[in-house]
């Protein structure tokens, strides 16, 4: 058989059941055309990295209306301002979407908080900076914990509790259960810091919806064997919070969806018995199954003591940004639906504002709470 | 008196409402895989349907329809690539500022989008156009359709077109 065309070599790798049998068994056999088979799934697999992105998830109602609304000729003014509050709408009204990354968005803090409380002792972070993962690091994080299935991803099930891990035990205790309050001055009281509430809400913000007020946790980590000779023995104590989430509703009330989160956070504090921070990060970062791009990009910030690590989901924008003079960063959800900017003020309080906002409307709002 | 207009029956969507319904979302995809942008890729599949309507007032199953909205997203995306180059080049004359500095590693993601972007434009329109189509998710045989060309050529245009985009990518970030 003649050697096999690179079209047919290219097919192979999409859709190697509408190839004849016979070029996939002469690509077995003929030592060239394997060769030239592997440029062509390497170059294939190059350009998909290159070119695959999320998919958007396009609001098809609001497209079409928006379609009929087009006029035959129009000034380019209003066909501008057409356009605009078509796509401030298309934010609002794209509801599967921006829910789920407002929600993926949270997460991401968790596990951006959580990962700076563990690998940050001294003196806190004066950066924040972005690190590209995705849902399944998060997973894959909770598995090189021990921690799949334990309930504490995502916050800890009980105000008390103690939970065995392959390298030590964890141990973590609070007052109590976060609870919702009747406004922002009961949440400053009983959390201690001094929060205030955006005064001029964006478009499209409804109603404040509950103030939630999470007590002080401590969680002890005391290392055993498992975790290597240099660390057994050795503990860390992390305390986390008092934190306070405030929600605010849609305007479009029938969606049921909170439109805007903000979220404070006394910094958290972390010391160890004798570890060192550098030591510490090193062996949480060689974990085994923690993602090594993650890894590597978390080692690539240097200092973790300078440095708060911030996962931003894969395809999201991240720019830097200053608010009320202090470094932040500006997530943008990959398909724009949703957005949220990060920053410790000066008084060390970790601040976040997340929403289905543009990256205008959610500046201003964390201005306002700079 | 009064008159009363007959009751009407719920309109049906109309031959070109199924039609933008059944292929907005592909048109959207495929115009994202060129501009990158969620909301430019919506203006881009506006622009495209717009001219799908006067083109196609009642296309109904037309192949031809489908085929043409889709190869029109790359084309049109294109073109707005170049047009919002063109505008950051005059920007950039103009001293406004670019980016505040980040990580390194950001700026070069995000330089890495923009390369890809160019290097698009830079490609022959066949070649761009299916490379796009591709990895937007169409098969060989839809792929064929939409372009026009036998399903056996669409395996020797895509392997092409990846080797082209990696020389122009390899070109590009060279030091």
Not at chain 1, 223 to 240: I, K, N, W
Not at chain 1, 304 to 315: D, E, K, M, N
Request: glycine fraction near 10%.
């Amino acid at each position: 058989m003649r050697h096999v065309p690179d079209g047919t070599l290219r097919r192979l790798v999409d859709e190697p059941l509408a190839v004849a049998d016979g070029a996939a068994e002469h690509v077995s056999r003929c030592g060239r055309c394997r060769r030239r088979g592997e440029l062509v799934v390497r170059d294939a697999a190059a350009v998909a990295a290159l070119v695959s992105r999320p998919q958007p998830v396009p609001d098809v109602d609001l497209a079409w209306s928006r379609l009929q609304s087009q006029p035959a000729a129009s000034s380019a003014r209003t066909h501008a301002l057409r356009r605009f509050h078509a796509r401030r709408s298309w934010r609002l009204v794209g509801v599967p979407v921006p829910s789920t990354a407002v929600l993926a968005a949270c997460a991401v803090l968790v596990a951006g908080v959580t990962v700076a409380t563990v690998l940050t002792t001294l003196p806190g972070p004066a950066r924040v900076n972005p690190v590209q993962a995705v849902p399944t690091d998060f997973q894959a994080i909770a598995d090189a914990a021990g921690l799949e299935g334990s309930g504490v991803i995502g916050g800890f099930p009980t105000p008390s509790g103690s939970l065995a891990l392959p390298f030590g035990a964890l141990h973590w205790s609070s007052s109590g259960h976060a609870r919702s309050v009747a406004s922002i001055a009961a949440a400053n009281a009983a959390t201690g810091l001094a929060l205030r509430l955006p005064g001029a809400l964006p478009a499209g913000v409804g109603a404040l919806q509950q103030i939630l007020v999470q007590p002080e946790v401590t969680a002890t980590v005391a290392f055993d064997a498992g975790a290597g000779a240099t660390l057994a023995g050795t503990s860390l104590v992390v305390t986390a919070g008092p934190a306070v989430l405030v929600e605010y509703g849609s305007s479009l009330g029938s969606l049921g969806l909170p439109s805007l989160a903000v979220f404070a956070m006394a910094k958290p504090v972390a010391s160890s018995t004798s570890a060192t921070s550098a030591r510490l990060a090193a062996f949480l970062l060689s974990r085994p199954g923690l993602p090594v791009g993650l890894a590597q990009e978390i080692r690539l910030l240097g200092d973790l003591g300078t440095s708060l690590p911030v996962p931003a989901t894969s395809g999201a924008d991240v720019s830097q940004v200053d608010i009320a003079g202090s470094p932040g960063i500006l997530v943008t959800e990959a398909s724009g639906a949703a957005t949220g900017v990060i920053w410790e003020d000066r008084a060390g309080v970790i601040h976040a504002a997340l929403g289905l906002l543009d990256q205008e409307d959610i500046l201003n709002v964390a201005n306002q709470l700079g | 008196m009064i008159q009363h207009e007959p009751a009407k029956s719920p309109a049906s969507p109309s031959g070109f409402e199924s039609f933008f319904r059944a292929h907005y979302p592909g048109v959207v995809r495929i115009a994202h895989g060129v501009v990158g942008d969620s909301h430019a890729a919506q203006d881009v599949a506006q622009d495209v349907f717009i001219a799908a309507q006067k083109r196609f007032p009642d296309p109904g199953g037309s192949g031809h329809a489908a085929a043409w909205v889709k190869v029109a997203a790359v084309h049109a995306g294109l073109n707005a690539v170049r047009g919002s180059r063109r505008r950051e080049s005059r920007q950039l004359r103009a001293g406004a500022t670019a980016d505040p500095a980040g990580p390194e590693e950001l700026v070069l993601a995000r330089a890495s989008r923009d390369e890809v972007r160019d290097a698009l434009g830079r490609l022959p329109l066949r070649a761009s156009t299916v490379l796009v189509l591709r990895h937007s998710g169409l098969s060989y045989a839809e792929v064929s359709e939409a372009m026009g060309v036998r399903i056996g050529q669409v395996g020797t245009m895509l392997r092409r077109a990846e080797a082209a985009l990696r020389k122009e990518m390899e070109r590009a970030t060279r030091p």
